[in-house]
Structures are given as structure tokens and as C-alpha cells.
């Protein structure tokens, strides 16, 4: 698995997030059983007022937002609750994602969390997105957020969605 990252506000530079994504998207398709090998996710660190503009312009909601994700591909299952299509290899690009520094550390000290945890689980959150899983239909939130835990818990970290 290769993340590609390119930080935009130098803050992000107290975590060596390359790594920390790399680890997220390995420990990510080892939970779905698929190879990560030769697929591609572009990872842009920035702010809140970069996220802010992304989210008007793409989701027409011009405030900060945590994670923005953008798949290559359509992937999402058609029925509530189903597993999304698998990435083909001949297609490695799965899509971006972008993570605001700013929303990611003010929610990982209101639950009390590192923001390296928080990140983490953030990015995986973002990979799940670019392979087809979402949180709109309530099935498919079940099932993304079940993979959530199972993934971070793989990794020793906390479920994210237990009140801390």
C-alpha cells in the first residue's frame, strides 16, 4: 500500500503521519482480506480553513469538517448493509482524502484521546470511505463502524466510538 501525503500545515509534523497512514491502510485491507499491495491513497494534512473550503466546494457545506474523502471509483453496495465491490489492481488509485489538523486535535482532547488515535482511526475511516463503506443507511454504518473497532482494535487502539 503506498499513501501518498502531502502536508499543507506543518503541525501535522509532530506525528510522522506517513507512517501512521501507512500502518492504517495496511492494518485496513488486512481487516477486509484484501492485499494492499500496488493500490495508492493520496493524503492531503491541512487545516480547518483548507478542510472548510473543500467541503463548500464539493459537499456545499463551507465549515470545517474532520476527514474528506473522494473515491476513484463508485464501489458503495447496492443493498443496506452489503459489502462494497473490492478494488481491482488494474485500477490502484483509490482516491484522496483530506484531514484537518485543527478539528482533529480539538476532538481527540474533548474524548480525551492522543491525536496520533484520533488521526489513526480518522484515515482509516477515510480508506473505508474509498473502498465503498459509508455511514448514510443504517446497515452500512453498523458495518463500517464494527470494521472501525475491529481495525483500531487491531492496532491496540480504543474503540473510538465507546464514551470515553
Given at each position: 500500500?503506498?499513501?501518498?501525503?502531502?502536508?499543507?500545515?506543518?503541525?501535522?509534523?509532530?506525528?510522522?503521519?506517513?507512517?501512521?497512514?501507512?500502518?492504517?491502510?495496511?492494518?485496513?485491507?488486512?481487516?477486509?482480506?484484501?492485499?494492499?499491495?500496488?493500490?495508492?491513497?493520496?493524503?492531503?494534512?491541512?487545516?480547518?480553513?483548507?478542510?472548510?473550503?473543500?467541503?463548500?466546494?464539493?459537499?456545499g457545506k463551507p465549515t470545517p469538517t474532520n476527514v474528506l474523502?473522494?473515491?476513484?471509483?463508485?464501489?458503495?453496495?447496492?443493498?443496506?448493509?452489503?459489502?462494497?465491490?473490492?478494488?481491482?489492481?488494474?485500477?490502484?488509485?483509490?482516491?484522496?482524502?483530506?484531514?484537518?489538523?485543527?478539528?482533529?486535535?480539538?476532538?481527540?482532547?474533548?474524548?480525551?484521546?492522543?491525536?496520533?488515535?484520533?488521526?489513526?482511526?480518522?484515515?482509516?475511516?477515510?480508506?473505508?470511505?474509498?473502498?465503498?463503506?459509508?455511514?448514510?443507511?443504517?446497515?452500512?454504518?453498523?458495518?463500517?463502524?464494527?470494521?472501525?473497532?475491529?481495525?483500531?482494535?487491531?492496532?491496540?487502539?480504543?474503540?473510538?466510538?465507546?464514551?470515553?
Open positions: 500500500m503506498i499513501v501518498d501525503c502531502m502536508i499543507e500545515d506543518r503541525r501535522w509534523l509532530s506525528l510522522d503521519l506517513e507512517a501512521l497512514a501507512e500502518a492504517a491502510a495496511t492494518a485496513t485491507f488486512a481487516q477486509l482480506g484484501l492485499s494492499g499491495s500496488g493500490f495508492e491513497v493520496s493524503l492531503l494534512a491541512c487545516n480547518d480553513a483548507r478542510i472548510a473550503d473543500l467541503n463548500a466546494d464539493f459537499r474523502s473522494w473515491p476513484s471509483d463508485e464501489r458503495a453496495a447496492q443493498v443496506d448493509g452489503g459489502q462494497p465491490l473490492a478494488p481491482l489492481p488494474r485500477d490502484p488509485e483509490l482516491g484522496d482524502i483530506a484531514i484537518a489538523y485543527d478539528t482533529c486535535a480539538a476532538e481527540a482532547e474533548a474524548v480525551g484521546k492522543t491525536l496520533s488515535d484520533h488521526a489513526t482511526h480518522l484515515i482509516v475511516h477515510g480508506i473505508l470511505h474509498l473502498l465503498g463503506y459509508d455511514h448514510d443507511r443504517d446497515q452500512d454504518a453498523t458495518l463500517m463502524e464494527g470494521l472501525e473497532k475491529q481495525i483500531l482494535g487491531n492496532m491496540g487502539l480504543a474503540d473510538p466510538y465507546r464514551d470515553a
